[in-house]
């Protein structure tokens, strides 16, 4: 059965002390991985799109990397508006729907 | 703005009764999709359209019936409430792209309490 795993599911975080979440997932056939941030009592919000392992794309603070079996968002020198739930998902070949994790909740303290 | 919107935000109602959500998206998308996000925070699709053609029709009790007009436009019905549907449900919509996974985009969603 296709997996979505996020870890830590919260972190903590000062001011300018970057770090990485992580995204594993096992799915026969990736057809794309997406990082979406989540702010509360909002709709997620698209960040990246990952096709293929050895892809990486970059945002501001927020730098996206995918291999075969997990992708990493490293957040360098955080700031407070940061804070968010920063959620993954992937679609399969011969499918059109997002399969999310749990997500990660990040808090960046001044 | 361009955006995907959903009416109400809102929705508090009794057990039994039958209700509805809107949604609307006028980036252009062929493809719209209803998804649900639990206490837990964890986001299941429920639906997806694509040119007002159900192609996604996830383990979802019978009481759920989207409808889609037209392809900016997909309505969410549900029959005979019950505790278990509140949750918040999120509209999203997506363009087509042959081959690739695209990118969807989320409106802000509608918190469903069932009393």
């Known amino acids: 059965e296709d997996q979505v795993t996020q870890s830590p599911e919260a972190l903590r975080l000062q001011e300018g002390e970057s770090s990485s979440l992580n995204c594993s997932y096992t799915v026969s056939g990736l057809r794309g991985l997406f990082w979406y941030r989540q702010d509360p009592g909002k709709g997620p919000e698209f960040l990246f799109t990952l096709y293929s392992a050895g892809e990486e794309k970059e945002k501001e603070r927020l730098k996206a990397t995918l291999t075969k079996k997990e992708s990493f968002l490293h957040i360098t020198a955080p700031k407070p508006e940061d804070s968010a739930t920063y959620l993954c998902a992937v679609v399969k070949f011969g499918f059109q729907k997002l399969v999310f994790g749990t997500g990660t909740r990040l808090l960046v303290s001044p | 703005d361009t955006a995907v919107s959903q009416t109400p935000k809102y929705l508090v109602t009794q057990m039994g009764n039958d209700k509805s959500i809107k949604c609307e998206q006028n980036?252009?998308?062929?493809?719209m999709y209803w998804y649900k996000q639990d206490s837990k925070k964890f986001l299941k699709i429920m639906f997806s359209?694509?040119?007002?053609?159900?192609?996604i029709n996830e383990t979802v009790p019978n009481r759920f019936s989207p409808k889609s007009p037209d392809k900016a436009h997909l309505n969410l019905h549900i029959n005979s409430l019950e505790l278990g549907d509140s949750a918040v449900y999120f509209c999203?919509?997506?363009?087509?792209?042959?081959?690739?996974?695209?990118?969807?985009?989320f409106g802000p969603g509608t918190r469903l309490t069932v009393l």
């Open positions: 980036l252009g998308h062929d493809t």
């Open positions: 999203a919509s997506s363009p087509s792209r042959s081959g690739r996974a695209t990118e969807q985009f």
């Open positions: 359209y694509n040119n007002k053609e159900l192609i």
